[in-house]
């Protein structure tokens, strides 16, 4: 399940990245498109931040200060 949520983070992240950069770069796009990018960049955007707080709280890590005892 780990592996799985992960992966939804990924895919979810690079969509909000690669939308997100259509939909602000789109010079000769049509309204439409631009609104569709928009909106998918908006969703990669919220499935990700999801999966990764998903993420943080089911599998927090344990920092430990190591020690220089020599």
């Known amino acids: 399940m780990k592996k799985l949520i ?6 979810s ?8 950069y259509l939909a602000l770069s789109a010079s000769n796009f049509d309204d439409a498109q631009v609104i569709v990018a928009a909106i ?3 969703a990669g ?3 990700g931040v999801f999966a990764y707080m998903w993420l943080a709280r089911t ?3 344990a920092y430990q200060r190591v020690s220089q005892h020599g």
């Open 6 to 11: 992960a992966l939804v983070c990924m895919i």
């Open 13 to 20: 992240w690079a969509g909000f990245w690669s939308f997100g």
């Open 40 to 42: 998918l960049a908006f």
């Open 45 to 47: 955007l919220v499935s």
């Open 59 to 61: 599998y927090p890590v």
